[in-house]
Every structure is written in C-alpha cells, then in structure tokens.
C-alpha cells in the first residue's frame, strides 16, 4: 500500500529517529531497515532520506561520522543525539496517543483498546 506523502511528513523523522536510537546506521542501511521493519508500507528514497537526514542534523538531533567499511569505501553513518533523544521520547509519547486515539475513533471501545494491546 502506497501511503499519502502528506500522512508520512511526522512519521518518517521518527520511524528514522527510533531505529537510530539503537546504533549508528548508514544511509542504505537506514532504507532497508525502515521498509523491512514497516512491513514495507514506508518507503524512503534517497531524496527523501538525506534532506530529512540533513535537517535532523540541523537540528542537532542526529550527529554524522565518515568512517571506512569492510570493503574500503567510506560510509557517512548518523547516529541519535542527546538531545534526539529527548526528542524521540517526546515524539513517542504523543504518537502512542495519537494511535490511542485514532484506534477508538475508527475501532470503538473495546476493540479499539484489543488493537491498542497489540501495538
């Protein structure tokens, strides 16, 4: 399922943010992480990922460091800053309502906090 450039402006930052808060990632690696771990319902370009890279950085948020590959290339890997951190904690939290609260009001009730659980 293709999903609307508009609905992915919030997710993609985090989804990003939440897999950087485990290692430091390069940038392909970062694509196929994100499309194997959404089930492939989000997808990143590289258009899409480096100026979203770029701009976390800006913020401070995420930090970058060239370093040399197995094979010799080198590779810019970006990893979770302190204050991204904070940030994707932040950021956690109003997603786990927002989800709440989508899920009763497109589920209702009791089902609504049956799919909640599953989350």
């Keep these: 399922m293709q999903i609307e450039r508009e609905l992915l402006k ?3 930052p985090l989804a990003v943010m939440k897999l950087l808060k485990r290692r430091a990632m390069y940038g392909y690696e970062l694509v196929t992480e ?4 959404s089930d492939g319902v989000l997808k990143l370009g590289q258009s899409t990922l480096y100026p979203l890279l770029y701009n976390l950085e800006a913020q401070g948020l995420v ?7 197995e094979g010799g290339r080198d590779r810019k890997y970006y ?17 786990e309502a927002l989800v709440h ?3 009763r009001l497109v589920l209702g009730g009791q089902e609504a906090q049956q799919a909640w659980v599953r989350l």
Excluded at 79 to 95: A, H, I, P, S, V
Aim: net charge negative; proline share 0%.
């Design 10 to 12: 919030g997710v993609l």
């Design 34 to 37: 994100v499309a194997q771990r």
């Design 63 to 69: 930090e970058s460091e060239w370093q040399e590959s």
């Design 79 to 95: 990893k979770l800053t302190e204050k991204g951190m904070q940030r994707l904690e932040r950021d956690l939290t109003q997603w």
């Design 101 to 103: 609260g989508m899920g």
